[in-house]
């Protein structure tokens, strides 16, 4: 950031245009009527960015709705956040609920509560604890997904990696019909571990299909191997 | 743009690729997006990929990754152009184009000491087209012109050089991607160039030392 920038801080409610900055803090209440370039943008309170945002570090404690792209080096979200286009970042850690009605694109991911996605998304790590859903395709290195029941039913429309790895949460005495599942149209992926996924085609390597999968076609190249509570319709070695 | 389409799988078998590689080579843009074509068939929807071009590209990374990251390749295989300036001779030296082009990109634009990527595309795409022998050097003069005045816009997408031809009169034109030109049945199709392949094979001859 070059010298001589000032910082912002809205207490209370506020408007401000754009511009660069050094730090912009929202206490309060907060919209910003332009595009916004800065080292830092903190969010304590309720916001919204009617423009670009394009950050070092996002930090949003709170509310906060971003009405352009967003695109930042580091992004951690506590509370919920609406992101209305396409969202690039570093590092990106969301604790609570977000909503991208764009593509998402990052390097490290991780989520513990609720995503939507409306478009794709592409990772070199993603992580999800609690209930996602992709519209989209999700492309990853890594896919790390675990099922939770009180955020619902998670859903992808084709996950493509090179590892995947998808655990539900263990429940005593609950059947496997009325636990949290993940539904996918199509995986692809070098390493498959799944469990409670229904999909339509699994495609992989070495492919494990543990406990509630329910799967209509499994194709793999080297290993298989199928949990006794599984239901594969037709499997095929290539 | 009628092409021959390979599906996924027999791309996998073919190259000996897992699903893994060919996601992150997606990923790291070493395969344009545009190539994923989706079809519906009897088994749900298949993705294909316009045959020859993905399997040369596919040989390419697998020969390259080795020596080189996988970003460098993306620059490579980008339609971006690269920070490069070269001279003259160099130009020459590392058979970019042949003499007999540069004297005539001389002719047009005057003696130049160094060549920046958007110059050094000029006179690449002049040497393909005039190599095609399909097209006059009057003519190939349209399509300098009118490269050097689009270059801008056409900065960082994938587009095609087309140069039309009916009843004597000529004229080119760029599309891009993804688009698809149809014409009356009295043009001729003179020339047609991707130009992303050319910028591709161009910073080839540019790195190759």
Same mark, same amino acid.
């Given at each position: 950031m070059a010298e001589g920038l000032h910082d912002i801080v809205i207490n209370g409610s506020g408007e401000t245009n754009g511009g660069r900055f050094r730090?912009?803090?929202?206490?309060?209440?907060?919209?910003?009527?332009?595009?916004?370039?800065?080292?830092?943008?903190?969010?304590?309170?309720?916001?919204t960015a009617f423009h670009a945002v394009q950050a070092g570090k996002i930090k949003i404690t709170g509310q906060s709705l971003f009405r352009g792209d967003v695109s930042a080096e580091r992004m951690g979200v506590v509370g919920q956040t609406t992101f209305e286009r396409a969202v690039t970042v570093g590092r990106m850690n969301v604790i609570g609920e977000a909503d991208i009605r764009g593509h998402l694109k990052g390097e490290t991911v991780k989520?513990?509560?609720?995503?939507?996605?409306?478009?794709?998304?592409?990772?070199?790590?993603?992580?999800?604890?609690?209930?996602?859903?992709?519209?989209?395709?999700?492309?990853a290195g890594t896919v790390d997904i675990g099922l939770r029941r009180y955020v619902g039913t998670s859903e992808a429309k084709e996950v493509g990696c090179e590892n995947l790895r998808v655990r539900?949460?263990? @429940?005593?005495?609950?059947?496997?019909?009325?636990?949290?599942?993940?539904?996918?149209?199509?995986?692809?992926?070098?390493?498959?571990?799944?469990?409670?996924?229904?999909a339509k085609v699994v495609r992989g390597n070495r492919v494990r299909i543990g406990a509630g999968c329910d799967i209509d076609l499994v194709e793999y190249k080297q290993e298989l191997e199928i949990h006794p509570r599984a239901a594969v319709k037709e499997k095929r070695k290539i | 743009m009628e092409r021959e389409l390979i599906s996924k799988k027999e791309l996998l078998e073919r190259t000996g690729i897992s699903y893994g590689q060919l996601y992150r080579w997606k990923r790291k843009k070493l395969i344009?997006?545009? @190539?994923?074509?989706?079809?519906?068939?009897?088994?749900?929807?298949?993705?294909?990929?316009?045959?020859?071009?993905?399997?040369?590209?596919?040989?390419?990374?697998l020969s390259m990754k080795d020596s080189h990251s996988l970003d460098e390749l993306a620059d490579q295989f980008s339609p971006n152009p690269a920070e490069i300036a070269l001279s003259a001779d160099e130009v020459l030296k590392r058979h970019i184009v042949s003499k007999t082009t540069l004297d005539y990109f001389y002719e047009q634009t005057g003696a130049m000491e160094s060549f920046t990527f958007d110059k050094l595309l000029q006179v690449y795409v002049l040497e393909q087209i005039?190599?095609?022998?399909?097209?006059?050097?009057?003519?190939?003069?349209?399509?300098?012109?009118?490269?050097?005045?689009?270059?801008?816009?056409?900065?960082?997408?994938?587009?095609?050089?087309?140069f039309i031809r009916k009843f004597g009169l000529a004229t080119c034109l760029f599309v891009t991607a993804p688009g698809e030109v149809y014409f009356e049945k009295d043009v001729k199709v003179a020339i047609r160039l991707p130009l992303a392949r050319a910028i591709e094979e161009l910073k080839e001859k540019i790195n190759a030392t």
């Amino acid at each position: 950031m070059a010298e001589g920038l000032h910082d912002i801080v809205i207490n209370g409610s506020g408007e401000t245009n754009g511009g660069r900055f050094r730090k912009v803090v929202i206490r309060g209440d907060g919209s910003i009527h332009g595009k916004i370039e800065c080292a830092a943008f903190i969010n304590r309170g309720t916001s919204t960015a009617f423009h670009a945002v394009q950050a070092g570090k996002i930090k949003i404690t709170g509310q906060s709705l971003f009405r352009g792209d967003v695109s930042a080096e580091r992004m951690g979200v506590v509370g919920q956040t609406t992101f209305e286009r396409a969202v690039t970042v570093g590092r990106m850690n969301v604790i609570g609920e977000a909503d991208i009605r764009g593509h998402l694109k990052g390097e490290t991911v991780k989520i513990r509560g609720k995503v939507l996605i409306a478009g794709d998304v592409e990772a070199e790590s993603f992580t999800a604890i609690g209930g996602l859903s992709i519209a989209g395709m999700l492309n990853a290195g890594t896919v790390d997904i675990g099922l939770r029941r009180y955020v619902g039913t998670s859903e992808a429309k084709e996950v493509g990696c090179e590892n995947l790895r998808v655990r539900a949460k263990k @429940w005593l005495f609950v059947p496997d019909v009325a636990k949290p599942a993940l539904t996918v149209e199509l995986i692809e992926a070098d390493v498959i571990d799944i469990e409670a996924t229904r999909a339509k085609v699994v495609r992989g390597n070495r492919v494990r299909i543990g406990a509630g999968c329910d799967i209509d076609l499994v194709e793999y190249k080297q290993e298989l191997e199928i949990h006794p509570r599984a239901a594969v319709k037709e499997k095929r070695k290539i | 743009m009628e092409r021959e389409l390979i599906s996924k799988k027999e791309l996998l078998e073919r190259t000996g690729i897992s699903y893994g590689q060919l996601y992150r080579w997606k990923r790291k843009k070493l395969i344009p997006e545009d @190539w994923f074509i989706r079809k519906s068939t009897f088994t749900g929807q298949e993705t294909f990929f316009p045959r020859e071009r993905i399997l040369e590209r596919i040989h390419k990374i697998l020969s390259m990754k080795d020596s080189h990251s996988l970003d460098e390749l993306a620059d490579q295989f980008s339609p971006n152009p690269a920070e490069i300036a070269l001279s003259a001779d160099e130009v020459l030296k590392r058979h970019i184009v042949s003499k007999t082009t540069l004297d005539y990109f001389y002719e047009q634009t005057g003696a130049m000491e160094s060549f920046t990527f958007d110059k050094l595309l000029q006179v690449y795409v002049l040497e393909q087209i005039l190599r095609t022998g399909a097209i006059s050097l009057d003519e190939a003069r349209i399509v300098l012109a009118a490269l050097a005045d689009h270059y801008d816009q056409l900065q960082g997408k994938s587009c095609e050089l087309l140069f039309i031809r009916k009843f004597g009169l000529a004229t080119c034109l760029f599309v891009t991607a993804p688009g698809e030109v149809y014409f009356e049945k009295d043009v001729k199709v003179a020339i047609r160039l991707p130009l992303a392949r050319a910028i591709e094979e161009l910073k080839e001859k540019i790195n190759a030392t």
